[in-house]
């Protein structure tokens, strides 16, 4: 009896093993994460295609360590990530994971000009040191190895502004739910109360001419990689003074000088891309429901984005994008009416120029081409750099050179007279050297020419701490 049960129990494991072999299947054993010092591993874990048990087939295994290479990158943790199988038998794998985690902790002098765009500050307002603000910014990222963020700011300049925030993405065991808190107060001595012929114009006090505060909770649901779901209620009151309300009676939109607030807003997300920060692969979509409570000055808005990159070769991509915005306001106010040239609605080669209006659309065709990488290396000919040195990562400089053209529409039911931009077709186009290094680092320097006829060189992007 013994013996028939032992050559059932063989025959069975070789049958399977045979049928592995055969479909060029095999099972995930066990998956090794190095590196990871701080970051807890279930957070790795979860970004991955695959766990411990799954079964893969031979030949995807490249793309799906490609995939978890990607999506491990994206989470802004790392640095550099290394994944890579090792086969232990016939059917089965290691997953081998190699990490090098960045620095999490910045405490930052804050100086940031207040104007939408580097070009604006620069050239328009001469780049004074009146529109700038200026403080301390303390991020703690991956604060506890979950992947959550704390920002504590305390700036002055152009506004006074008290920040905190924390952000907490996963409180359940399967990493699907996540929490964040915010809290920000801010006073200002000049604000943007009008626009004319598609240009900001500012209202200058020596007292505070607007203050407020603004609260929030937000509620995060992520199912899968690339879906998100977010809610958010916020809490808040703007009010400005009486020179604000002579300049613009129009500014909020109860026409007074308080307005308090309750809002919603809901996004949905779905994000697949090879490198967030800059897409060469990949698709995203946006969605946007906002709604808010205010005594019956209420105000409603959608927003949808799509973007989509695709490889021509290992050189060249191409990328296109749409984002449009509708509005429902209440009545026509000059706060609810600001819609292209704000946030990310906005479109190259109008970087000088703001459109007030119910609904926008803008429409982006880009084309990349490599023109090299430099590598910085992190090793010195100083012992003592040496020692600081082998804490920081192996920098690379990607080059990329892109030509782009751009189209937009923005209508309003009642346009200024003023305005030339206003219900009329935008047009520009031009060609821009991108630099992409650590950190998310993303330079972006542009020449377009817009259907005005203006010209110029326009400096977009930053770092992502």
Same mark, same amino acid.
């Given at each position: ?81 290394? *994944? /890579? ?15 090098? &985690? ?19 500050? =620069? ?8 529109? $700038? ?29 008290? $920040? *905190?925030?924390? @952000? ?14 915010? =809290? ?23 007292? &505070? ?93 959608? @927003? ?21 915005? $509708? ?10 009416? /600001? ?26 065709? &880009? ?26 990562? *192996? ?17 309003? &039911? ?12 935008? /047009? ?9 290094? *650590? ?27």
């Amino acid at each position: 009896m013994f013996k028939h049960v032992t050559f059932i129990y063989f025959f069975t494991l070789f049958f399977i093993g045979f049928q592995f072999k055969a479909n060029g299947q095999y099972i995930i054993s066990n998956i090794d994460i190095e590196g990871n010092a701080k970051t807890k591993s279930y957070i790795i874990l979860r970004e991955l295609p695959y766990q411990v048990g799954s079964i893969v087939k031979s030949d995807s295994i490249a793309y799906l360590n490609n995939l978890a290479k990607q999506q491990i990158i994206n989470t802004s943790l790392f640095n550099e990530v290394q *994944v /890579r199988a090792q086969e232990t038998d016939s059917t089965h794998l290691n997953i081998k994971i190699k990490v090098s &985690e960045r620095w999490y902790f910045f405490p930052l002098p804050y100086f940031r000009w207040v104007d939408r765009n580097l070009s604006e500050w =620069w050239n328009t307002q001469h780049h004074s040191l009146d529109r $700038v603000n200026y403080g301390i910014n303390l991020r703690q990222a991956n604060a506890t190895g979950n992947n959550d963020r704390l920002i504590v700011g305390l700036i002055t300049g152009y506004t006074k502004q008290a $920040v *905190v925030r924390y @952000q907490f993405p996963y409180l359940d065991k399967k990493l699907r739910f996540g929490m964040g808190l915010g =809290w920000q107060y801010f006073t200002q001595k000049e604000l943007n109360t009008s626009t004319s012929f598609d240009k900001q114009v500012f209202t200058k006090t020596i007292n &505070e001419i607007q203050d407020g505060y603004r609260a929030n909770v937000n509620f995060f649901y992520r199912e899968n990689l690339y879906e998100r779901l977010n809610l958010q209620v916020g809490l808040g009151n703007t009010q400005i003074s009486d020179s604000a309300l002579l300049a613009q009676p129009h500014y909020l939109p109860n026409y007074g000088k308080s307005l308090s607030y309750l809002d919603f807003n809901f996004s949905y997300s779905k994000i697949k891309f090879d490198y967030n920060a800059y897409p060469t692969n990949g698709n995203s979509t946006d969605v946007g429901l906002y709604h808010r409570f205010s005594g019956g000055n209420n105000l409603s808005s959608i @927003q949808f984005r799509k973007i989509h990159a695709h490889p021509i070769n290992s050189k060249n991509f191409y990328l296109l994008e749409s984002n449009s915005q $509708v509005k429902f306001m209440a009545n026509q106010n000059y706060l609810d009416s /600001r819609l292209m040239g704000y946030g990310n609605m906005q479109m190259n080669g109008f970087e000088y120029y703001v459109i007030d209006g119910n609904a926008g659309s803008i429409a982006k065709a &880009e084309l990349h081409h490599l023109l090299g990488t430099f590598t910085l290396s992190n090793k010195s000919s100083f012992p003592i750099l040496d020692k600081l040195a082998k804490h920081l990562p *192996v920098i690379n400089y990607h080059f990329w050179l892109r030509a782009f053209t751009n189209l937009g529409y923005a209508y309003s &039911e009642r346009p200024g007279n003023a305005s030339k931009l206003t219900n009329t077709l935008l /047009r520009s186009a031009g060609i821009g050297l991108d630099i992409i290094s *650590v950190y998310d680092l993303v330079i972006k320097i542009d020449y377009s020419v817009n259907q005005l006829g203006d010209k110029g060189v326009y400096l977009h992007g930053g770092i992502n701490f």
